[in-house]
């Protein structure tokens, strides 16, 4: 099916749906434009961001057809240019409603909205719409300068500054429709939403959200542990895609502008390994298996020996060692064990536990850097989550060399976790030691601080307007150590508290919304390169940074979703999902 084959199916898709145009033409009546109809389409080849024309009417389908001209007359021009252009998507937008603001309203909104790119409206810059743009060309072109979320926090925000960036939406005019600059941003604006609807490569066509943080995504009527199998396992591929020949990853990008995040890092490296464990433990598939085995092989070629019993993951680019490379290469190598039921670096797994222990204060804390090749200290402490992988990795090694000594080392890291209440960092590598360590230690104050640290962040967490990865992550492990709790028949006082159907509900919340970070290609096609980024998960508050780590956490959460999602439906009522999923 080809471009007008698509245009075609999208138009009777649309027109055909009575309902639907009652309710635009409504909106559009309450915005005072009962006979001025917008309709925005939008081609991609998949190769480049999307070209958008749009046009106005007396009726959808005037509209309609006029910008549809625009994109033929586009199309022609390419034709006597000898440029092949093989339309794989396209994207038609109606809009429903349009609201006039000030431009230093502007300022109004990115104060509410909190985070950046999470204005969610389309906005002309005229009434007749002759300078328009959808919501995702908006913030696919960074047109509007958010202020940072510490700028937010202490209400730092210039109410009579123009936030909106002349700069780039000229160059966006200029690079991509040989426009003329615009002199000056209007002091009037033309906020709007907008009815979509987005047909892919394989003809299928989707309904889209059209409000709130879900705007742009295919409607997705139940969140189900298939839905998001497929998902996880498109971006376990879209990982093992970027893997270059020596064993690494290409690291990321900001895909707004195409840009390769120009560094690497070696406990991400490591964690990501995980995500191609999950691949293979999901398809089965040997073909991961080369891949997975360089992506190892590329980690054990940083590692060194301080003597012949202690190994040491180094960051060699800055003379490194850091306490959760040496944790986390312990749980990557030992899940890589487990899967392909071997015990071929077992060796390699005693020697960095023992690395992990000499790292230990006698208190249990840990010392979080040394350098590098000396192995002296040099940071007692960096990031919070370094605690976690170390216990968690030594916990790890106990299971599989069954050696005292690590679980006594675990012990006395979890010890400091409960003396110093961990519970306020919700940390999931905190949740993944606790669940760990019970196995073994089934301690009842190990279990009430296990439950505490999702507990006491269930809120949080379920209100969190950011995808916000690892929140899932903690979420799905912690629910793993609940139901061996109940299984094991104890009786701790603090669950009298504890609602097992609001943590059900929690997860799916985070489930559903955490969706709005997966590059479909109604998302991808708005980024300068979208098959750079198609079928990765990014971070839409950080320039939709899609990076390895961020991919790898969301895979990470999600995998063991799709394992409990049957028992964590069942503690969610008809209500709730209806209410959820209609939002």
Same mark, same amino acid.
Not at 149 to 166: A, P
Not at 484 to 509: D, K, N, V
């Given at each position: 099916?080809?471009? !007008?084959?698509?245009?075609s199916?999208?138009?009777?898709?649309?027109?055909? %749906?009575?309902t639907?145009?009652?309710?635009i033409?409504?909106?559009?009546?309450?915005?005072?434009?009962?006979d001025?109809?917008?309709v925005?389409?939008?081609?991609?080849?998949?190769k480049?961001?999307?070209?958008?024309?749009?046009?106005?009417?007396?009726s959808v389908?005037?509209?309609?057809?006029?910008?549809?001209?625009?994109?033929?007359?586009?199309?022609?021009?390419?034709?006597v240019?000898?440029k092949k252009?093989?339309?794989?998507?396209?994207k038609?937008?109606?809009?429903d409603?349009?609201?006039?603001?000030?431009?230093?309203d502007?300022?109004?909104r990115?104060?509410?909205?909190?985070?950046?790119?999470?204005?969610?409206?389309?906005?002309?810059?005229d009434?007749?719409?002759?300078?328009?743009?959808?919501?995702?060309?908006? /913030?696919?072109?960074?047109?509007?300068? @958010?202020y940072?979320? =510490?700028?937010?926090? +202490?209400?730092d925000?210039?109410?009579?500054?123009?936030?909106?960036?002349?700069?780039?939406v /000229?160059?966006?005019?200029?690079?991509?429709?040989?426009?003329?600059?615009?002199?000056?941003?209007?002091?009037?604006?033309?906020?709007?939403?907008?009815r979509s609807?987005f047909c892919?490569?394989? !003809? *299928?066509?989707?309904?889209?959200?059209?409000? =709130?943080?879900?705007?742009?995504?295919?409607?997705?009527?139940?969140t $189900?542990?298939?839905v998001?199998?497929?998902?996880?396992?498109?971006?376990?591929?879209?990982?093992?895609s970027?893997?270059?020949? %020596?064993?690494?990853?290409?690291?990321?990008y900001?895909?707004m502008?195409?840009? /390769?995040i120009?560094?690497?890092?070696i406990?991400? #490296?490591?964690s *990501?390994l995980?995500s191609?464990?999950?691949?293979?433990?999901?398809?089965? %598939?040997?073909?991961?298996?080369?891949?997975?085995d360089?992506?190892?092989?590329?980690?054990? $070629? &940083?590692?060194? @020996?301080s003597?012949?019993?202690?190994?040491y993951?180094?960051?060699h680019n800055?003379?490194?060692?850091?306490?959760?490379?040496?944790?986390?290469?312990?749980?990557?190598?030992?899940?890589?064990?487990?899967?392909?039921?071997?015990?071929?670096?077992?060796?390699?797994?005693?020697?960095?536990?023992?690395?992990?222990?000499?790292?230990?204060?006698?208190?249990?804390?840990?010392i979080?850097?040394?350098?590098?090749?000396?192995?002296?200290?040099?940071? *007692?402490?960096r990031?919070?989550?370094?605690?976690?992988?170390?216990?968690?990795?030594?916990?790890?090694?106990?299971?599989?060399?069954?050696?005292?000594?690590?679980?006594?080392?675990?012990?006395?890291?979890?010890?400091?976790?409960?003396?110093?209440?961990?519970v306020?960092h +919700?940390?999931?590598?905190?949740? @993944?030691?606790?669940?760990?360590? $019970? &196995?073994?230690?089934?301690?009842?104050?190990?279990?009430?601080?296990?439950?505490?640290?999702?507990?006491?962040?269930?809120?949080?967490?379920?209100?969190?307007?950011?995808?916000?990865?690892?929140?899932?992550?903690?979420?799905?492990?912690?629910?793993?150590?609940?139901?061996?709790l109940?299984?094991?028949?104890?009786?701790?006082?603090?669950?009298?508290?504890?609602?097992?159907e609001?943590?059900?509900?929690t997860?799916?919340?985070?489930?559903r919304?955490?969706?709005?970070?997966?590059?479909?290609?109604?998302y991808?096609? @708005?980024?300068?390169?979208?098959q750079?980024?198609?079928?990765?998960?990014?971070?839409r508050h950080?320039?939709?940074?899609?990076?390895?780590?961020?991919?790898?956490?969301?895979?990470?959460?999600?995998?063991?979703? *799709?394992?409990?999602y049957?028992?964590?439906?069942? #503690?969610?009522?008809?209500?709730?999902?209806?209410?959820? %999923?209609?939002i």
């Amino acid at each position: 099916m080809g471009l !007008n084959e698509k245009i075609s199916a999208l138009k009777e898709h649309v027109l055909s %749906d009575s309902t639907l145009l009652e309710e635009i033409s409504h909106g559009m009546a309450q915005s005072g434009r009962e006979d001025s109809f917008v309709v925005f389409i939008s081609i991609c080849d998949g190769k480049s961001r999307a070209l958008v024309f749009h046009d106005s009417g007396a009726s959808v389908s005037d509209a309609w057809n006029k910008a549809y001209s625009r994109v033929a007359a586009k199309i022609k021009e390419f034709a006597v240019q000898k440029k092949k252009y093989n339309t794989v998507w396209v994207k038609v937008d109606v809009v429903d409603s349009v609201q006039e603001i000030n431009v230093l309203d502007i300022n109004k909104r990115m104060r509410e909205v909190y985070f950046a790119n999470f204005y969610r409206n389309g906005l002309a810059f005229d009434s007749d719409f002759k300078t328009a743009f959808l919501e995702a060309e908006v /913030n696919g072109n960074k047109m509007l300068q @958010y202020y940072s979320e =510490g700028e937010v926090r +202490r209400n730092d925000i210039g109410y009579q500054s123009n936030r909106v960036s002349l700069e780039n939406v /000229n160059a966006y005019l200029q690079r991509y429709y040989k426009r003329a600059p615009i002199r000056q941003i209007p002091e009037r604006l033309f906020e709007f939403t907008a009815r979509s609807f987005f047909c892919d490569e394989n !003809n *299928t066509i989707y309904d889209l959200y059209s409000s =709130g943080q879900d705007t742009g995504r295919r409607v997705i009527h139940e969140t $189900t542990g298939e839905v998001i199998r497929e998902t996880i396992t498109k971006a376990s591929r879209y990982l093992e895609s970027i893997m270059l020949p %020596d064993g690494r990853f290409v690291y990321g990008y900001f895909p707004m502008f195409g840009n /390769n995040i120009d560094t690497y890092n070696i406990v991400r #490296h490591a964690s *990501t390994l995980w995500s191609l464990v999950n691949l293979y433990r999901m398809t089965g %598939d040997d073909r991961v298996l080369p891949k997975l085995d360089a992506a190892v092989d590329y980690m054990i $070629t &940083q590692i060194e @020996y301080s003597d012949k019993d202690t190994a040491y993951l180094v960051e060699h680019n800055v003379n490194e060692v850091k306490l959760g490379a040496q944790g986390v290469a312990i749980i990557m190598l030992t899940e890589y064990m487990s899967v392909l039921e071997t015990d071929k670096y077992a060796e390699l797994v005693r020697c960095l536990a023992n690395g992990v222990i000499k790292m230990q204060n006698p208190d249990g804390t840990f010392i979080h850097v040394l350098e590098y090749p000396s192995y002296e200290m040099k940071e *007692t402490f960096r990031i919070i989550y370094y605690d976690g992988e170390a216990v968690f990795g030594l916990t790890r090694a106990y299971s599989l060399l069954k050696d005292e000594k690590y679980l006594q080392a675990a012990k006395a890291g979890v010890e400091n976790f409960i003396e110093k209440n961990y519970v306020i960092h +919700r940390d999931h590598w905190v949740a @993944y030691s606790m669940n760990e360590i $019970t &196995q073994y230690l089934p301690d009842p104050r190990y279990f009430e601080f296990a439950m505490r640290n999702v507990w006491e962040n269930l809120e949080e967490i379920y209100n969190r307007g950011t995808s916000y990865h690892t929140y899932l992550e903690l979420l799905m492990i912690s629910w793993q150590t609940l139901e061996r709790l109940l299984e094991s028949g104890q009786e701790i006082p603090y669950m009298s508290q504890f609602s097992i159907e609001r943590f059900a509900q929690t997860i799916y919340r985070r489930a559903r919304h955490m969706l709005n970070g997966f590059f479909y290609p109604e998302y991808a096609m @708005y980024m300068k390169q979208p098959q750079q980024i198609l079928d990765s998960f990014m971070v839409r508050h950080h320039n939709y940074r899609t990076r390895i780590d961020d991919v790898q956490h969301f895979i990470g959460g999600y995998y063991f979703y *799709t394992i409990y999602y049957d028992r964590i439906r069942a #503690h969610l009522s008809e209500e709730f999902l209806a209410e959820i %999923d209609s939002i």
